[in-house]
């Protein structure tokens, strides 16, 4: 088992920055890649950006050159950079990692883009 906390979302006004940290405990070793998605209100949840074991990484069109993955291995935490909000950025953004056991998920986290 693996458990996922995701924090440091909230309200952002358009252009400014956040970061989303999520934070993995449990069957730690059994963790191979991880990465972030969002689903906003009425929308499928979609990939945002995901990171390999080696550092690989792979971003969605729509946030590419604004939002930055990156993965401490030590402290077992992935982050989520994100600058150059915009309002169509809101939505809740899940944590998720996938282990040789199957894919886990955090609890979401709300980020709000308006002015």
């Known amino acids: 088992q693996v458990q996922l906390v995701e924090s440091g979302g909230g309200l952002v006004q358009p252009g400014g920055s956040l970061r989303l940290s999520c934070a993995a405990s449990?069957?730690?070793?059994?963790?191979?890649?991880m990465g972030w998605y969002r689903q906003a209100p009425g929308k499928q949840r979609e990939l945002v950006a995901a990171?390999?074991?080696?550092?690989?990484?792979n971003y969605a069109d729509s946030v590419k050159g604004r939002f930055t993955i990156s993965r401490d291995n030590g402290k077992n935490t992935v982050y989520l950079q994100m600058n150059s909000l915009k309002p169509e950025d809101t939505a809740v953004y899940y944590c998720?990692?996938?282990?040789?056991?199957?894919?886990?998920w955090g609890q979401g986290t709300q980020v709000t883009v308006s002015s």
């Open positions: 998720n990692a996938d282990t040789i056991a199957g894919r886990y």
């Open positions: 449990g069957s730690i070793f059994s963790i191979y890649n």
């Open positions: 990171i390999t074991s080696g550092g690989s990484t």
